[in-house]
């Protein structure tokens, strides 16, 4: 409450496993007893393991995933929404103020509506617009933005590259004002120029229309760059979360240290000096007891209790919060 | 020594509504056994048309030019038109990693079937056999739990899990050539390298030539053996990758470099190359970058200059306006 616009309280969403009709039904663990609070105006980041359940997060938090248990509360202007209690009408509401940005447009775009329809579907379900005039302006005027040839927006989506499709899912996002957006992988397939272009565009109109994101990437040096407060997620767990400077300087557990020394030098002598990850990668499906990171912690300390500690993050610097397992 | 690809002035229209677009124009490329072509380049440059050229995998409303030649393994594949001949290029010497996995999983079959299925069409091996093969490869780009993951649909897995499922599914036939594209998009970096390494060994021991696409100039750095820069259909540089990386020589690839973000910097704004990205209905005439090149001069010959790579250092070709551009610039 009060700058919080999202708070995420002892969320945990599992899916279900089943081999065949006959077998017994195991569970997923994809999100594991997380707690979040999201700054209005923030940019936050969301980086760590493939796998580990930042996409089920985001979808959760916009009420496109169930909610295991815990809940998800947005804190709007005049009213907060419960999201795990929420009628049509509230949904409807949601909807509008809420956006996600897809980990994978080709999945993502009708191939069937042409681009401008694709991004004025938002304006005219949400009947935001009164004329198609104005819709088209609107439409017209985001895809400008999202560095779209306006020519092609009568095309169908497969005549576009996958660059020039993530612009499209992103114009879409923006083209109904939202308040919220979770960005997933948004700028994964466009190149460094383009990519700072649609950065310096999101973080504009972060300022200008006090947006706040969600903002789920892979790419750490441009996390680094764009985000003010960032969480790593390893196997269902939040293991570390900080401000993105001090985070960066300073990791505290493990997995945070091995994660920033693997990002690839441009420089093809330098033989990375990354830490590198050995022993089995854990399973969803089967997480290991006690810290989710010991069957790989390439440094577990001499007071590590590994086994037996239960997860949950200690405050070590103000703002600064990691898991207590690896702190001593 | 002949090489396993070459790719020989090789253009690629496209026919729309709006009129004929250029997506390719005037590429020549090659890899060797056991080589990785990294190719960069600006969103919509052509990388993956030209990929797909390839394994002629482009839409109906495709042309390319007759003098074109794609020659694998001393065959054209420009001139395949059998089934029996296509077999050989899709999935059979040639494996895609495609850009967007979902692409290439059918949403109603589960992942392991997919993958089987695809070994049975291309190796003498029975059902046993390729499941084996199949579960093996998963692990090895590090999936835990792969015999229970070979039994999910795409859209059960992670975003990261599907682009390692479909590069599992690629190397598993062990093709003579890997075309990659954008392969490690969806991955943390701890994972990326280990799926690049194994990439790498995968090379090593069958000789594979690969093509791998990725606008991650670092992942470059790790994998390529040569690099080809591409803008608006043209390759504007191309040369060995400790070259290119070093000692860029073409406006846009200097351009590049300087777009990425230091993370060791972070106070420096993100610097994306300047103007609008002209559309391929309306290429520019003469040098392509000339509408967005920081040294364009109007009374240059940048609009007159016929596109053309010259060899500046052994192996470092640079289009011939680039070269110029200290003089002309
Ligand atoms: N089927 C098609 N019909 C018309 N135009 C097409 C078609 N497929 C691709 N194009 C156009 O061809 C150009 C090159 O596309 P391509 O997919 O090769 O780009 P790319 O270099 O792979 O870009 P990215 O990095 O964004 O994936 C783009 O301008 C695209 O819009
Ligand atoms: N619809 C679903 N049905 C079953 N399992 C699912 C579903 N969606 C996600 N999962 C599982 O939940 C876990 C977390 O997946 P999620 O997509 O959230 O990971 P992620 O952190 O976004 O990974 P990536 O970086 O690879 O995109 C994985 O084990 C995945 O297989
Ligand atoms: S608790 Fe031990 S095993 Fe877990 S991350 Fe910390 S040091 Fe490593
Ligand atoms: S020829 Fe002129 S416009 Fe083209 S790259 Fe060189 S300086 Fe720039
Ligand atoms: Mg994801
Ligand atoms: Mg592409």
């Given at each position: 409450?009060?700058?919080?616009?999202?708070?995420?309280?002892?969320?945990?969403?599992n899916f279900d496993y089943q081999e065949n009709f006959i077998s017994k039904k195991q569970k997923i663990h994809?999100?594991?007893?997380?707690?979040?609070?999201?700054?209005?105006?923030?940019?936050?980041?969301?980086?760590?393991?493939?796998?580990?359940?930042?996409?089920?997060?985001?979808?959760?938090?916009?009420?496109?995933?169930?909610?295991?248990?815990?809940?998800?509360?947005?804190?709007?202007?005049?009213?907060?929404?419960?999201?795990?209690?929420?009628?049509?009408?509230?949904?409807?509401?949601?909807?509008?103020?809420?956006?996600?940005?897809?980990?994978?447009?080709?999945?993502?775009?009708?191939?069937?509506?042409?681009?401008?329809?694709?991004?004025?579907?938002?304006?005219?379900?949400?009947?935001?617009?009164?004329?198609?005039?104005?819709?088209?302006?609107?439409?017209?005027?985001?895809?400008?933005?999202?560095?779209?040839?306006?020519?092609?927006?009568?095309?169908?989506?497969?005549?576009?590259?996958?660059?020039?499709?993530?612009?499209?899912?992103?114009?879409?996002?923006?083209?109904?004002?939202?308040?919220?957006?979770?960005?997933?992988?948004?700028?994964?397939?466009?190149?460094?120029?383009?990519?700072?272009?649609?950065?310096?565009?999101?973080?504009?109109?972060?300022?200008?229309?006090?947006?706040?994101?969600?903002?789920?990437?892979?790419?750490?040096?441009?996390?680094?760059?764009?985000?003010?407060?960032?969480?790593?997620?390893?196997?269902?767990?939040?293991?570390?979360?900080?401000?993105?400077?001090?985070?960066?300087?300073?990791?505290?557990?493990?997995?945070?240290?091995?994660?920033?020394?693997?990002?690839?030098?441009?420089?093809?002598?330098?033989?990375?000096?990354?830490?590198?990850?050995?022993?089995?990668?854990?399973s969803a499906l089967n997480?290991?007891?006690?810290?989710?990171?010991?069957?790989?912690?390439?440094?577990?300390?001499?007071?590590?209790?590994?086994?037996?500690?239960?997860?949950?993050?200690?405050?070590?610097?103000?703002?600064?919060?990691?898991?207590?397992?690896?702190?001593? | 020594?002949?090489?396993?690809?070459?790719?020989?002035?090789?253009?690629?229209?496209?026919?729309?509504?709006?009129?004929?677009?250029?997506?390719?124009?005037?590429?020549?490329?090659?890899?060797?056994?056991?080589?990785?072509?990294?190719?960069?380049?600006?969103?919509?440059?052509?990388?993956?048309?030209?990929?797909?050229?390839?394994?002629?995998?482009?839409?109906?409303?495709?042309?390319?030019?007759?003098?074109?030649?794609?020659?694998?393994?001393?065959?054209?594949?420009?001139?395949?038109?059998?089934?029996?001949?296509?077999?050989?290029?899709?999935?059979?010497?040639?494996?895609?990693?495609?850009?967007?996995?979902?692409?290439?999983?059918?949403?109603?079959i589960k992942i392991g079937a997919?993958m089987v299925?695809?070994?049975?069409?291309?190796?003498?091996?029975?059902?046993?056999?390729?499941k084996s093969?199949s579960i093996?490869?998963l692990?090895?780009?590090?999936i835990a739990d792969a015999e229970k993951r070979f039994n999910q649909y795409a859209?059960e897995l992670?975003?990261?899990?599907?682009?390692?499922?479909?590069?599992?599914?690629?190397?598993?036939?062990?093709?003579?050539?890997?075309?990659?594209?954008?392969?490690?998009?969806?991955?943390?970096?701890?994972?990326?390298?280990?799926?690049?390494?194994?990439?790498?060994?995968?090379?090593?021991?069958?000789?594979?030539?690969?093509?791998?696409?990725?606008?991650?100039?670092?992942?470059?750095?790790?994998?390529?053996?040569?690099?080809?820069?591409?803008?608006?259909?043209?390759?504007?540089?191309?040369?060995?990758?400790?070259?290119?990386?070093?000692?860029?020589?073409?406006?846009?690839?200097?351009?590049?470099?300087?777009?990425?973000?230091?993370?060791?910097?972070?106070?420096?704004?993100?610097?994306?190359?300047?103007?609008?990205?002209?559309?391929?209905?309306?290429?520019?005439?003469?040098?392509?970058?000339?509408?967005?090149?920081?040294?364009?001069?109007?009374?240059?010959?940048?609009?007159?200059?016929?596109?053309?790579?010259?060899?500046?250092?052994?192996?470092?070709?640079?289009?011939?306006?680039?070269?110029?551009?200290?003089?002309?610039?």
């Amino acid at each position: 409450m009060g700058d919080n616009l999202i708070s995420v309280n002892n969320v945990s969403v599992n899916f279900d496993y089943q081999e065949n009709f006959i077998s017994k039904k195991q569970k997923i663990h994809a999100v594991n007893n997380i707690n979040i609070k999201i700054k209005k105006g923030s940019f936050f980041g969301l980086v760590g393991e493939s796998g580990s359940g930042k996409t089920t997060l985001g979808r959760a938090i916009l009420g496109a995933n169930k909610i295991s248990s815990g809940n998800v509360i947005f804190h709007d202007d005049e009213r907060d929404y419960d999201l795990t209690n929420m009628n049509k009408q509230d949904l409807k509401e949601y909807r509008k103020k809420a956006q996600l940005i897809f980990q994978d447009p080709y999945a993502a775009l009708s191939p069937r509506m042409t681009v401008r329809d694709i991004i004025a579907e938002p304006l005219e379900v949400m009947k935001i617009t009164n004329s198609r005039q104005e819709t088209d302006e609107r439409v017209r005027d985001i895809a400008a933005k999202c560095r779209l040839n306006i020519e092609h927006l009568r095309r169908f989506p497969h005549a576009f590259s996958g660059g020039q499709r993530q612009r499209i899912s992103i114009a879409r996002a923006l083209v109904s004002n939202p308040k919220f957006i979770v960005a997933d992988e948004s700028v994964a397939a466009l190149d460094v120029s383009i990519q700072a272009d649609i950065l310096n565009l999101l973080k504009q109109l972060q300022t200008e229309l006090n947006l706040t994101y969600l903002f789920i990437s892979h790419d750490l040096s441009v996390v680094a760059h764009v985000c003010d407060v960032v969480a790593v997620m390893y196997l269902g767990h939040i293991v570390e979360m900080g401000p993105s400077r001090e985070l960066f300087k300073n990791p505290k557990h493990s997995y945070t240290k091995a994660l920033l020394s693997s990002i690839p030098s441009i420089d093809p002598e330098k033989r990375s000096e990354a830490i590198e990850l050995k022993g089995e990668i854990p399973s969803a499906l089967n997480p290991p007891p006690g810290c989710v990171f010991r069957t790989r912690c390439p440094n577990p300390g001499l007071d590590c209790k590994g086994g037996e500690i239960t997860m949950g993050l200690t405050e070590v610097e103000p703002g600064h919060w990691v898991d207590q397992c690896c702190v001593l | 020594m002949s090489h396993l690809l070459e790719v020989k002035n090789l253009d690629v229209k496209f026919d729309t509504d709006e009129g004929r677009i250029t997506a390719v124009e005037n590429i020549s490329l090659s890899v060797d056994q056991g080589e990785v072509l990294g190719i960069v380049g600006e969103s919509g440059s052509g990388k993956s048309v030209t990929a797909k050229s390839i394994m002629k995998l482009n839409p109906g409303n495709t042309s390319y030019n007759e003098d074109a030649e794609i020659i694998l393994d001393n065959e054209n594949v420009l001139q395949f038109t059998s089934k029996q001949d296509l077999k050989k290029i899709r999935g059979g010497k040639v494996s895609m990693i495609f850009q967007e996995p979902m692409a290439s999983f059918a949403p109603a079959i589960k992942i392991g079937a997919q993958m089987v299925e695809q070994l049975l069409i291309h190796k003498n091996i029975n059902k046993d056999e390729a499941k084996s093969i199949s579960i093996n490869m998963l692990k090895r780009v590090g999936i835990a739990d792969a015999e229970k993951r070979f039994n999910q649909y795409a859209f059960e897995l992670s975003g990261g899990m599907r682009q390692r499922a479909m590069i599992a599914m690629a190397l598993s036939t062990m093709p003579k050539l890997l075309l990659a594209d954008e392969p490690t998009t969806a991955l943390d970096v701890t994972i990326q390298a280990q799926v690049i390494n194994l990439i790498k060994d995968i090379i090593k021991e069958y000789q594979m030539g690969v093509i791998f696409i990725t606008h991650d100039l670092g992942v470059i750095a790790q994998v390529a053996d040569h690099v080809a820069v591409m803008y608006l259909g043209s390759v504007v540089e191309k040369g060995p990758v400790n070259e290119i990386l070093k000692n860029p020589k073409h406006p846009y690839t200097k351009g590049l470099l300087q777009a990425l973000p230091d993370i060791n910097n972070l106070d420096a704004p993100l610097s994306p190359i300047p103007g609008n990205i002209p559309s391929p209905l309306d290429r520019p005439t003469g040098c392509v970058f000339r509408t967005r090149c920081p040294h364009h001069n109007p009374e240059g010959k940048d609009g007159k200059i016929e596109m053309k790579l010259i060899e500046v250092e052994p192996g470092h070709w640079v289009d011939q306006c680039g070269i110029q551009c200290g003089q002309n610039g």
